[in-house]
């Protein structure tokens, strides 16, 4: 039964977003250099706290001292859950076990040189920032937007398949049932939790997956197909409605 297997089944909700846009991360002398930072609040000489900054950088806040810092891409702003994160995540290191062995990590790295030392930083920090993200889409951070959709016991499950298979012709009956909701309840909640329709979403998560691909270097035809159009010239009207430039522009500009 379908309803059975959902309930039993794990959706990843970062899966889709980590295949489709490059992670990176390289290390910073400086704070305003980096939206990735690791800080001591009390001057104890070990780190306390985690700030994220997914879309800009910015001075080091007052009363706190660098441990560690790095710039992070995820795609920029061509990732949809970048732009649906907050200005600043910041966590406790106190409460948080898992990154706070992981900010010692890269702390050790940064005081001692040791071979391959700037690679070691820099898969730690995209490590880091993975669970930053899954900590604020586990607590639920905002209270709209696709964050919240991905923090949704129900609506998760209709999204994750959607960002797994996005060429599939979905039907609002088969969404529905992923989400173990009616067809109009589903309605309902996904348009007042993520601010759009379904259908609205799909066509803008396959959008940005095509600028990903068309920014690789493939041809407007075969992103086409890869993303779920049933023309070249079907996605190039969706593609120039959503960003304004049509779809070869876009290569060009990259």
């Known amino acids: 039964m379908i309803e059975s297997s959902n309930i039993q089944r794990k959706h990843d909700r970062l899966a889709a977003f980590l295949k489709a846009f490059a992670l990176s991360a390289t290390h910073c002398d400086s704070a305003e250099a980096a939206n990735l930072l690791i800080v001591d609040t009390d001057r104890s000489g070990r780190p306390t706290h985690l700030l994220y900054r997914a879309r800009c950088t910015a001075a080091l806040p007052d009363g706190m001292a660098l441990c560690a810092a790095a710039k992070v891409d995820f795609g920029g702003s061509a990732n949809p859950l970048v732009g649906a994160l907050p200005e ?30 700037g690679t070691i930083q820099a898969r730690l920090s995209e490590i ?26 129900k609506l998760h499950a209709s999204l994750v398949a959607m960002h797994d298979d996005p060429i599939r012709n979905w039907q609002i009956v088969d969404l529905a049932a992923i989400a173990g909701m009616s067809r109009g309840q589903f309605i309902a909640a996904f348009k007042q939790t993520i601010g759009q329709p379904p259908g609205a979403y799909l066509n803008g998560w396959r959008l940005a997956l095509g600028r990903a691909e068309l920014h690789s270097g493939r041809s407007v035809k075969s992103v086409a197909a890869m993303v779920g159009f049933g023309s070249a010239a079907a996605f190039s009207r969706a593609f120039s409605r959503k960003f304004g430039c ?6 060009v500009q990259r």
């Open 88 to 117: 600043e995540l910041c966590f406790s290191l106190t409460d948080e076990r898992q990154l706070l062995g992981l900010s010692e990590l890269i702390v050790a790295e940064i005081k001692v040189t040791r071979c391959g030392r």
């Open 128 to 153: 880091v920032v993975v669970l930053a993200i899954r900590k604020a889409i586990a607590i639920g951070t905002v209270n709209a937007g696709l964050l919240a959709g991905l923090a949704h016991p």
């Open 246 to 251: 049509p779809p070869i522009q876009s290569k």
